[in-house]
T-cell receptor, first 110, second 117 residues
Framework: AQSVSQHNHHVILSEAASLELGCNYSYGGTVNLFWYVQYPGQHLQLLLKYFSGDPLVKGIKGFEAEFIKSKFSFNLRKPSVQWSDTAEYFCAVRDDKIIFGKGTRLHILP | EPEVTQTPSHQVTQMGQEVILRCVPISNHLYFYWYRQILGQKVEFLVSFYNNEISEKSEIFDDQFSVERPDGSNFTLKIRSTKLEDSAMYFC???????????????FGPGTRLTVL
């Protein structure tokens, strides 16, 4: 069965620190990968997605993710975080339905 | 930018009561989904719906659950007899519906928080 695992459940960083959130997936077929973000009190929003082509994907708000097929990974990165990035981040793979990871709660200290 | 909307934002009900959660998908989308997120847990797929019928459902989606597209705009999730463990955030999502297209993306609504007492 397809699955997504996120290694970090809770990450605390100071503003301007660099961020990398780990995500690994298990899926044998062609993968469609996503990162969704859920800001406090708000709904899930699409941050970025990978379908094919350039494995380095750029999303909104300065986020990017790199698809590494050999490692079954799709880690999310941002070179310099802001307080407003405080949110929960979900990695997901699509197999018609979306299969989500458990999420990483990111807390940025001002 | 078009959005998926959901009503109500918060529903409180007594155990055993029926609830209907409502969603208005993005207007040109053809595939509709319900997901739920129990507090502190991950988002889980419940059901997908296309062409007026269920296309896939998870183990969670038992006989107590049903979905309907009663008119051209609404998509509803009904829980016939709520249980305490149904308390969760319920998210509706929709996509353009080209299931085999690699560019198909699901867009989520803001969620309905269901509290069963």
């Amino acid at each position: 069965a397809q699955s997504v695992s996120q290694h970090n459940h809770h990450v605390i960083l100071s503003e301007a620190a660099s961020l990398e959130l780990g995500c690994n997936y298990s899926y044998g077929g062609t993968v469609n990968l996503f990162w969704y973000v859920q800001y406090p009190g708000q709904h899930l929003q699409l941050l970025l997605k990978y379908f094919s082509g350039d494995p380095l994907v750029k999303g909104i708000k300065g986020f990017e993710a790199e698809f590494i097929k050999s490692k079954f990974s799709f880690n999310l990165r941002k070179p310099s975080v802001q307080w407003s990035d405080t949110a929960e981040y979900f990695c997901a793979v699509r197999d018609d339905k979306i299969i989500f990871g458990k999420g990483t709660r990111l807390h940025i200290l001002p | 930018e078009p959005e998926v909307t959901q009503t109500p934002s918060h529903q409180v009900t007594q155990m055993g009561q029926e609830v209907i959660l409502r969603c208005v998908p993005i207007s040109n989308h053809l595939y509709f989904y319900w997901y739920r997120q129990i507090l502190g847990q991950k988002v889980e797929f419940l059901v997908s719906f296309y062409n007026n019928e269920i296309s896939e459902k998870s183990e969670i989606f038992d006989d107590q659950f049903s979905v309907e597209r009663p008119d051209g705009s609404n998509f509803t999730l009904k829980i016939r007899s709520t249980k305490l463990e149904d308390s969760a955030m319920y998210f509706c999502a929709s996509s353009e519906g080209n299931r085999l297209a690699s560019t198909d993306t699901q867009y989520f609504g803001p969620g309905t928080r269901l509290t069963v007492l």
